[in-house]
């Protein structure tokens, strides 16, 4: 937007304003300490805090022979003040170093010391080549790269390049420094133990933490311990054993290896593919097993009701054997004859009709008693 002439940046726009601040997990000290002096700005200052405290940048941050001259008359903030919020102007914050491969570890020191009090200004020196491989070691980036990474970082203010290795006196007040920010760590020099020492002395050395598990150092071995890895990844991209400074033996040994995992590639993925395969085949095998096994009960149910003890072949045999037996075995004849001719059948039918004796009696109606009797 623009005020007066004078374009403010797009970070203070009234969605940006009611934001909260939420830099990191509660469980981390600092971040909590940062995120309780944001909310008490927020509430004692109004929004002619955020016009002067941009939330984030939109362009580098300058160096310091691109500004313009400071003419106001330069008196050093007390930690009370800038501590209080009272401070007319911003606190000028200054932390210096190598930032050789720019890390997060780097970024959360700088987001420390742009936190430090409510309205902080953030000036980054940033040591020369020839001073740090003088003082500390080779370098993997040059200076103008290690200027370049610093200042797209969003805390930074200001770049101040060919930093000195000691903040002296003149320096501080060249760049209206008005504290030092830097991690506790005693950092020794030739002729001293702590280069930060006469500026804790001053008080205005104001302390940050590391972050554990990650530095340039670490980076760096990384690289040296996977050595190997890295020139095939590189050799593979298309760089040449020359650009890699790589030997034509190690260059050929290389190129083998990495044939040969091409070809551990391809065995592992025909190895997943056929054990996938055989995975399949199994759960149809059981399948396959599982129907077997349901037809092989109903074909053993069936077989034992149809040839068991009761089952319905040997009903059937039983049934069937006496009915031929009886077919080929006939029944005997009655001990008395059939009658030879009918009209013998009708004499004895007459006869026993004549008598009405009781044909249950004897088998016949004729009386055998004593004829004499009668003659008598």
């Known amino acids: 937007m623009i005020m007066n002439g004078v374009r403010k940046p797009m970070s203070t726009l009234e969605s940006d304003k009611n934001k909260a601040y939420t830099l990191s997990s509660a469980d981390d000290p600092i971040m909590a300490t940062i995120s309780k002096r944001k909310r008490r700005a927020e509430e004692s200052l109004d929004s002619v805090y955020y016009d002067k405290q941009p939330l984030a940048h939109y362009a580098p941050a300058p160096f310091t022979e691109e500004l313009p001259p400071c003419l106001e008359p330069y008196r050093r903030i007390t930690r009370e003040e800038a501590l209080s919020g009272r401070a007319t102007r911003p606190i000028r914050v200054y932390a210096d170093g190598i930032y050789d491969l720019f890390h997060a570890g780097h970024a959360r020191a700088l987001m420390q010391a742009k936190n430090l009090f409510p309205n902080t200004y953030l000036i980054v020196g940033v040591c020369s080549d020839d001073l740090t491989h003088k003082m500390k070691g080779f370098t993997v980036l040059s200076e103008a790269e290690r200027y370049e990474a610093l200042r797209h970082c969003r805390y930074v203010d200001e770049i101040v390049r060919d930093a000195p290795w000691t903040c002296t006196p003149e320096f501080l007040d060249e760049h209206r420094v008005d504290f030092v920010a830097h991690d506790d760590i005693p950092y020794g020099a030739a002729g001293t133990d702590d280069v930060y020492k006469d500026i804790k002395a001053k008080g205005m050395f104001m302390a940050t933490q590391r972050t554990e598990g990650i530095s340039t150092s670490d980076i760096i071995t990384r690289i040296v311990r996977d050595y190997d890895t890295y020139v095939r990844r590189n050799l593979a991209r298309g760089y040449s054993a020359k650009d890699l400074n790589v030997s034509y033996i190690n260059e050929k040994k290389f190129a083998i290896q990495n044939r040969v995992d091409k070809v551990k590639d391809k065995m592992k993925k025909v190895e997943s593919k056929t054990k996938q395969v055989v995975r399949n085949i199994e759960g149809k095998s059981h399948e396959l097993i599982q129907k077997w ?71 016949s109606g004729i009386d055998f008693s004593d004829s004499d009797s009668d003659e008598d």
């Open 293 to 363: 096994e349901e037809k092989s009960r109903e074909f053993i149910g069936n077989f034992l009701e149809f040839f068991g003890a009761d089952g319905t072949w040997n009903t059937f045999w039983r049934d069937g054997t006496s009915i031929i037996r009886q077919a080929l075995s006939p029944p005997a004849s009655p001990s008395r004859s059939p009658p030879d001719s009918p009209s013998s059948s009708r004499s004895t039918e007459g006869f026993e009709g004549a008598e009405g004796g009781d044909p249950g009696a004897g088998g």
